[in-house]
């Protein structure tokens, strides 16, 4: 059974960092890309962020590009996504999953506010 536990989110002010996790099971992490999603309230779901497997390549949405990294442990069945300089339009409940995955876990819910 595919699960996808996503954490890491939490309340940062502009400018600050957080790092998000995604602990993958049900499948052989080492074998599959992943991307990490976000949706927020009133907008439909974009994707933010790929890393390929098994050699973690990355590419990111323009909207993140440079303040946004990737990165997988394979032995872990982790992948993350590190987020710098945080800006209020990042705000949204953050997902991973495979391209062409159709299970969804809980998400993790990053705002960011004074």
């Known amino acids: 059974q595919v699960q996808l536990v996503e954490s890491g989110g939490g309340l940062v002010q502009p400018g600050g960092s957080l790092r998000l996790s995604c602990v993958v099971s049900?499948?052989?992490?080492?074998?599959?890309?992943m991307n990490w999603y976000r949706q927020a309230p009133g907008k439909e779901r974009e994707l933010v962020a790929f890393?390929?497997?098994?050699?973690?390549?990355?590419s990111f949405a323009d909207s993140v590009k440079g303040r946004f990294t990737a990165s997988r442990d394979n032995g872990k069945s982790t992948v993350y996504l590190q987020m710098n300089h945080l800006e209020p339009e990042d705000t949204a409940v953050y997902y991973c999953?495979?391209?062409?995955?159709?299970?969804w876990g809980q998400g993790t819910q990053v705002t960011v506010s004074l």
């Open positions: 049900g499948f052989p992490l080492v074998h599959y890309a």
């Open positions: 999953n495979r391209p062409s995955g159709n299970n």
């Open positions: 890393i390929s497997a098994p050699d973690g390549r990355t």
